[in-house]
């Protein structure tokens, strides 16, 4: 089992940036693929980005390609997200997730392949 704690949100205007930190702890951190995902009001939790285990591997929500970067040090415990050229629509509660099974790498998209969660961050863009 992995603890998670989400920090970094805020209120920013359009086109400012954000990085959204996820501190871990438990001993087997490393060995979990990582997600991000946000859920704006009255919308269902969606997929933002996700990296494989090692690091080896991410993969984004297409709306948010080109913009946003996961990154992760596993010496560290945590994973990042460097979100850039924010958009309006980009306002949710971000949540950052392990995956259920160890070593996957699949990186994916379907929460219901993470078991622990992060209370989550306000992220709001303002127009």
């Known amino acids: 089992q992995v603890q998670l704690v989400e920090s970094g949100g805020g209120l920013v205007q359009a086109g400012g940036s954000l990085r959204l930190s996820c501190a871990a702890s438990?001993?087997?951190?490393?060995?979990?693929?990582m997600g991000w995902f946000r859920q704006a009001p009255g919308k269902e939790r969606e997929f933002v980005a996700a990296?494989?285990?090692?690091?080896?591997?991410?993969g984004y929500e297409d709306s948010v390609k080109g913009r946003f970067t996961i990154s992760r040090d596993n010496a560290k415990n945590a994973v990042y997200l460097q979100m850039n050229s924010l958009k309006p629509e980009d306002t949710a509660v971000y949540y950052c997730?392990?995956?259920?099974?160890?070593?996957?790498?699949?990186?994916?998209?379907?929460?219901?392949?993470?078991?622990?969660w992060g209370q989550g961050t306000q992220v709001t863009v303002s127009s």
């Open positions: 997730a392990a995956s259920t099974i160890l070593y996957s790498g699949r990186n994916s998209r379907d929460l219901r392949e993470y078991a622990d």
């Open positions: 438990g001993r087997t951190f490393s060995s979990h693929d």
């Open positions: 990296i494989s285990w090692n690091g080896g591997n991410t």
